[in-house]
């Protein structure tokens, strides 16, 4: 297997671990999180994406 898709199978990975810790430790803020999301503007909602977006590629830029 390539290093990258060792990479992205690794980030994914932790994707999947960050999340599972937020729907065990605190799911009851998850429920209120995604009942208050229909209340967001799209443009607020793509707006922060794309920030965090950047803000995730800058970082693994940094550590690579």
Known sequence: MSVLATDFL???AFFMIIEGLAYALAPRLIKRMAERIPAVSEE???IF????????VGLVWLLR
């Open 10 to 12: 690794i980030g994914f």
């Open 49 to 56: 994406g794309i920030v965090t977006l950047a803000l995730g």
């Open 44 to 46: 607020r909602l793509r």
